[in-house]
């Protein structure tokens, strides 16, 4: 059997159709790939390192985890502010940032009238939340009567994209935020048993809440990057896939068993807990990712290397928090 020779024209299409063969990496540009996620890990690491320390303080009336949590929020409303502002807005940082602090310290009042002394340690004795909820109508109706006064005042008034701005960043950082607070004050018998003696059962809460939440979003990060093909939402974030999200939610789903299995939680409800800080941090992802492309900015800071400003880190707790309250209020405390 005669094998016919390939033509010259043959194989010059061959030879394009055919990747060129990539030389080796070397070992300067392996840790050139590599070194952007190693500092997105140790920054991570570190800043949750932070935050347990800061959570689990020996505290007084619970003051060193509100003040912490206001402090974000302070920085996280600056960071949006600065970003409407470079897209012509004039917001008003004050009246936002006084909001934040008057929000967190509603949340604070709530937990300092929860608390009652008890022998030598300060529990929290309350689960209502009808300490807290009056400040809120009130709190709201002032913040729009005085962002709409600032802008009346100005001599180039912008009513919609001012107050709009001015009042979405105080509720969607402040408010949501200070739920995390809340979070600290919750305890009632049947809520869990804390694994180390003189913690109270609002610090593992949050704990929980936090930590499902963030291992939702590592997985998500790490299984998009090493599965992902079907884009979620490729017009608000393109590199989101819902192979991602599943596995996301996989990661806190086990991650929120393990947690449980350690509180003494009910399992069904660790799972149930889990799955839907999961699933709400991921929608809050998303919707900042949807505010970041509308002012079209990648990252909303640089406080955190390879992470992002303040509010790149905290946007998932800021829809989970709330809604794992609830969850805990009306059904876990129930249970």
Not at 38 to 43: D, E, G, M, T, V
Not at 221 to 240: E, I, N, Y
Request: aromatic residues 10%.
């Amino acid at each position: 059997m005669i094998t016919p020779t390939p033509t010259p024209a043959f194989k010059r299409l061959l030879k394009k159709q055919l990747p060129p063969k990539r030389p080796p990496l070397t070992l300067a540009q392996w840790y050139a790939n590599v070194r952007p996620m190693l500092i997105r890990i140790a920054s991570g690491l570190i800043g949750a390192a932070l935050y347990c320390v800061v959570l689990f303080t020996p505290n007084y009336y619970g003051l060193p985890f509100a003040l912490t949590v206001a402090l974000l929020s302070l920085m996280g409303v600056t960071e949006l502010y600065k970003a409407v502002r470079s897209q012509g807005g004039q917001p008003s940082e004050t009246l936002g940032w006084f909001a934040c602090i008057l929000f967190q310290l509603s949340a604070w009042k709530f937990q300092i009238s929860a608390w009652k002394l008890d022998g030598t340690r300060l529990t929290p004795a309350s689960l209502t939340p009808a300490n807290f909820t009056p400040y809120l109508p009130a709190l709201l109706t002032l913040l729009v009567i005085a962002a709409m006064l600032v802008e009346i005042v100005k001599r180039q008034p912008r009513p919609i994209v001012n107050v709009g701005t001015t009042v979405l960043g105080a509720i969607y950082v402040g408010w949501l935020f200070s739920y995390l607070t809340l979070l600290h004050g919750l305890n009632a018998p049947a809520l869990l048993v804390p694994p180390v003696h003189g913690t109270t059962q609002g610090e593992w809460l949050v704990f929980f809440v936090s930590g499902t939440t963030w291992l939702s979003d590592t997985g998500a990060l790490f299984v998009g990057r090493a599965l992902g093909r079907h884009k979620m939402a490729p017009k608000v974030s393109p590199a989101k896939t819902w192979e991602g999200s599943l596995g996301g939610l996989i990661v806190a789903l086990l991650g929120g068993l393990v947690f449980g299995k350690m509180l003494h939680l009910p399992l069904e409800h660790a799972a149930l807990l889990s799955l839907l800080c999961g699933l709400v941090g991921q929608i809050g992802d998303l919707s900042e990712s949807a505010l970041k492309r509308d002012l079209g900015v990648k990252d909303t800071g640089a406080v955190m290397p390879g992470h992002g400003g303040v509010l790149d880190r905290i946007d998932s707790l800021l829809f989970s928090a709330p809604i794992a309250y609830y969850y805990i209020l009306y059904f876990l405390a129930r249970h």
